[in-house]
């Protein structure tokens, strides 16, 4: 029970295969207490649905936040104020392009399809964690956390304009982790390796992304959900408290693997 006593508000849950919702049952057997924000009804009646999943709805509370209205944030932040009073956890599981803009040649990203997934995928842990500091600080300090990948430091054609939202992401976690460091909050991301979710389809060729980390990566298999929301638990613990501003990989060590490496393991797979 790592999690005992600590209030975690998730945010992300489309359906069973979202990381976010991994990340909330990994949570919720460590003895937190959960709180949920969703995009939109629909997503609402996936979101309660799940819930019954892990001992019903009761008791969770639940807030319609969609990341590009204001008004929405500072709703569901003060609905959360006015149930828990503070916040122990904080759990980002957000990113949107549009599909048009993953399909492009990187040099014709239109203009409105980038403002939106970097405003949807970058701006939305800014603008989240601000909203979230008061109740972080009536807590005594806590943890957010943010899911990104690495296209960010090696070229993956068709993550394209994501790979930029990602950048600015990483960046941002190194910037509120130097703001917040000073109030006892922690702000980290996972850069989970490829898993099959809703976002995920929207990105050209993951299947034989899978393939390549489970080919090449020194674990030679591919991360599951469990393993991702494995290191969410730990961020959200206080077995990470020295750690704060990361960039922590779950890929199975995918990342380490240069050119030159991949092929030699593509030469030699019993290596
Ligand atoms: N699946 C992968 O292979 C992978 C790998 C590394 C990182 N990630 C990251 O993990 C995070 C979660 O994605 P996922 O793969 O679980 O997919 P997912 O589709 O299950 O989750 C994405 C979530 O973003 C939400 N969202 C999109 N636009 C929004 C808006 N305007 N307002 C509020 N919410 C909005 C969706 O409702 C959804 O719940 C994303 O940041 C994604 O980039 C995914």
């Known amino acids: 029970m790592l999690l005992q006593g600590r209030r975690a508000l998730i945010m992300g849950v489309a359906n069973n295969r979202s990381i976010a919702w991994g990340i909330a049952r990994a949570f919720h057997r460590e003895g937190a207490t959960l709180a949920f924000t969703y995009q939109g009804e629909r997503l609402k009646d996936n979101l309660v649905g799940l819930l019954a999943e892990i001992g019903g709805a009761a008791g969770y509370p639940i807030f319609p936040c969609d990341v590009t209205s204001d008004d929405e944030v500072a709703a569901a932040f003060a609905g959360l104020a006015e149930r828990w009073g503070a916040l122990d956890v904080l759990v980002h599981c957000v990113a949107f392009a549009d599909r048009e803009d993953l399909l492009r040649p990187f040099s014709g990203i239109s203009r409105k399809g980038y403002a939106l997934a970097l405003e949807v995928s970058a701006y939305s842990l800014i603008r989240c964690a601000g909203a979230a500091r008061p109740l972080l600080e009536a807590a005594g300090g806590g943890s957010i956390m943010t899911l990104t990948y690495n296209a960010v430091d090696r070229v993956v054609p068709s993550y394209n ?105 593509a030469r030699k797979p019993e290596g």
């Open 161 to 265: 304009v994501m790979a930029v939202a990602k950048a600015a992401l990483e960046c941002e976690v190194r910037y509120l982790a130097a703001e917040l460091g000073p109030i006892n909050v922690r702000v980290n991301a996972i850069s989970a390796g490829p898993l099959r979710t809703l976002a995920a389809s929207a990105v050209r060729g993951l299947s034989g992304f899978r393939d390549a980390v489970e080919g090449i990566a020194p674990l030679r298999r591919n991360v599951t959900l469990e393993e991702v929301a494995g290191v969410a638990t730990f961020l959200a613990s206080d077995l990470s408290r020295s750690v704060t501003g990361n960039t922590i990989f779950a890929d199975s060590g995918f990342h380490v693997m240069g050119v030159a490496g991949q092929l030699e393991v």
